[in-house]
């Protein structure tokens, strides 16, 4: 059975070739372009978290306002500002406290893949005996 195709297999090898390196640099290009495309999506994304974070913190302190004007109902407008100040102030301590104790190099430490890996050590040295 004759092809009808009248190039040679030589040619037909180069055109392979080329056509493969014109797809594997397209498909670079079009991976460029993605990552491109996506990483302007996640600057984006970035920028309304930091949005909503401000606006978060802005009704936080519209709602911190309004627990000193409630408790100046019943207490001196000054004793209820330092006492709502004092408790957010200790709440805020402690988580700060607690983020930093959670970031110590001690905490970070990988402890199952340590001791998987002493499992496996141990693993080894008996198979070797």
Known sequence: ?????PRSIPNLISSL???LATLVRKE?????????EKLQQTARAGGEIAAGGVLLL?????LLGALILALSKVMDPLWAAIIVGVAVGAGGYLLVKSGLKMMQ???MR???TVRQLGKDAQLVKEQVK
């Open 1 to 5: 059975m004759e092809s009808s195709d």
């Open 17 to 19: 070739t080329s056509d």
């Open 28 to 36: 670079g290009e079009l991976v460029r372009a993605e990552v491109a």
């Open 58 to 62: 802005a009704a936080l302190i519209v």
């Open 105 to 107: 190099p001690a905490a």
């Open 110 to 112: 990988p402890e199952r």
